[in-house]
């Protein structure tokens, strides 16, 4: 630690960012560098605590807490501090395969679990990573690593976001034969297609993909395991199989009116929205309009913030969400102490955005939606809400309760379902006869990854369900570590 007093000298910044009024008409990202000096003192802030909650504190059961990946931030905190930026991305390359995209869409559960955080807003750690790695790009540091030599071992990934990808480039480092299957027509998986450009700027992405590429791992899009080929003919063709399809299945709504028109899953939303902005910066017309339209999202999360954001720069008329829990406290409540990641009220982007033009936060909670209605011609038109409060039943879980006299109606063209997702699609699973948990996940121990059938292993959100980023990198280097240890008797890989 290079500023013992670092703490109590400096003041928590956030990163620069463009005005929400401004980078609604925008679909470049707006997160803005700091400058090298502010990135020192930030570094500095860092406490030589006695217990690096930040990066060591996780524990799955007793609630999210720390690193899943064990970023080494203490560390490259001071390294940063001390301008030795190559020695600072050497030891966040050493946990984090993909730095630059935790550091831009990561919720920093680190940042949750900091000690400085018990007192004092804690150390800005997120945008500490995120300066690391665009510095190594900027600087010519981060290059092709192809390995010295090959081995005879051949595998095939199943999927190409950020689990698949992390198992990849961990398995090829060792000198394995990669290959990674992803239906879309680009490869990234919810990186490229889940997430909205101007939070992760899809060039990010293949910068990434085009060094694995260089690294040797070999690319196949446009091809749906199960469909194109079937997964017993890749399972023949291959030593091992690594399934990492992400939990794609989304919750339903099957409510009076749902099959109305104008009413879509979030995640086709986005996936629309992007590809077409991809392909022709939203000129070929080939996405989900929300112009002109009033739009009311249904559920929270990630997911239903990047369709509050997406819909403000498609000029929407308004923006309203809804959800079903309760607005959480501005401070810690005593059931959520720290160093579990805090459940507190927070403006995300879109929210922040959307108050900004409209004047309020767009979020309505504890709402629950009853039916939709249509104009007659089949598009929606309005929804029919209640809300609710949430009482204990008698099985001692909490359920909702709806309040007598509370029905209200409101004006919708288009609506967006964000409540999450029920697990991965079947039909890999089903032809490889691979056993699924009660969640219908791919039945496999975290930390063995092994499934039923011998040589076939998952990871990700195919295997715990949505999740963060964060832990679907952990998974992937978690299962190249254990494949590898399957195919070889043994591994050096972490």
């Known amino acids: 630690m290079g500023k013992p007093t670092g703490f109590l000298e400096f003041e928590r910044k956030e990163a620069p ?11 470049d990202e707006f997160s803005e560098p700091f400058g090298e000096q502010e990135l020192r003192e930030q570094g500095a802030r860092c406490m030589d605590c006695g217990i690096p909650f930040c990066q060591t504190g996780n524990d799955p059961a007793k609630g999210s807490m720390g690193c899943p990946v064990y970023n080494l931030i203490p560390e490259w ?13 050497h030891r966040l390359h050493k946990t984090n395969n993909f730095p630059e995209f935790t550091g831009r869409v990561c919720p920093a559960p680190c940042e949750g679990s900091c000690v400085l955080g018990i ?11 995120k300066a690391i790695i665009d510095r190594g790009f ?26 698949g990808l992390a198992a990849a480039a961990q398995l090829n480092k060792v000198g394995h034969n990669v290959t990674v299957y992803e239906r879309a027509d680009r490869i990234g998986g919810l990186l490229t297609y889940g997430i909205p450009n101007m939070k992760l700027e899809k060039g990010i992405v293949k910068r990434r993909v085009d060094i694995l590429e260089q690294e040797g791992i070999e690319f196949v899009t446009s091809t749906e395991i199960g469909k194109d080929i ?48 991809l392909d022709s910066g939203h000129e070929d017309g080939n996405y989900i309009s929300a112009k002109d339209k009033n739009v009311i999202v249904i559920g929270g999360g990630d997911t239903g913030t990047d369709c509050v954001g997406t819909a403000l720069r498609q000029q929407c008329k308004s923006v309203t969400q809804f959800e079903i829990m309760p607005q959480p406290p501005e401070d810690r409540a005593d059931h959520n102490p720290w160093p579990r990641w805090p459940n507190i009220y927070r ?6 955005e959307a ?7 767009p979020r309505q909670y504890e709402i629950m939606t009853k039916k939709f209605t249509t104009d007659g011609q ?3 038109k309005e929804l029919h809400t209640v809300q609710i409060t949430w009482e204990k039943g008698n099985n001692g879980r909490m359920a909702p309760k709806e309040i007598p006299g509370t029905g209200k109606v409101w004006k919708a063209d288009l609506v967006l379902l964000s409540m999450g997702f029920l697990g991965p699609e079947n039909p890999v699973l089903e032809q490889l006869g691979v056993e699924q948990d009660e969640r219908s996940n791919a039945k496999a121990e975290h930390e063995v990854y092994t499934t039923n059938v011998d040589g076939v292993f998952a990871a990700g959100d195919m295997r715990r369900g949505q999740s963060l980023i964060v832990w679907a990198i952990n998974e992937g280097r978690g299962v190249a570590r254990e494949c590898d240890r399957w195919l070889m008797g043994s591994t050096e890989l972490p």
């Open 347 to 352: 403006l995300d982007y879109g929210q922040e």
């Open 138 to 163: 900027e600087e010519g540091w981060v290059v092709p690593e192809p390995p010295d030599q090959r081995t005879d071992k051949k595998i095939a990934i199943v999927g190409s976001g950020p689990a």
């Open 355 to 361: 108050k900004k033009k409209f004047g309020d936060d």
């Open 119 to 129: 007192i004092e807003p804690p150390v800005a750690i997120k945008s500490i990573e």
């Open 230 to 277: 079937p997964a017993d003919e890749l399972k023949s063709r291959f030593d091992a199989v690594i399934l990492a399809g992400g939990a794609t299945r989304p919750r339903d709504l099957p409510i009076d009116g749902r099959d109305s028109k104008g009413i879509h899953f979030a995640m086709d939303y986005l996936h629309a929205d992007t590809k077409s902005l």
């Open 17 to 27: 960012g463009k005005k929400p009024e401004d980078r609604i008409h925008s679909w």
């Open 77 to 89: 905190n001071d390294l940063v501090y001390r301008g030795k930026w190559k020695e600072a991305l």
């Open 378 to 380: 089949g598009n929606v």
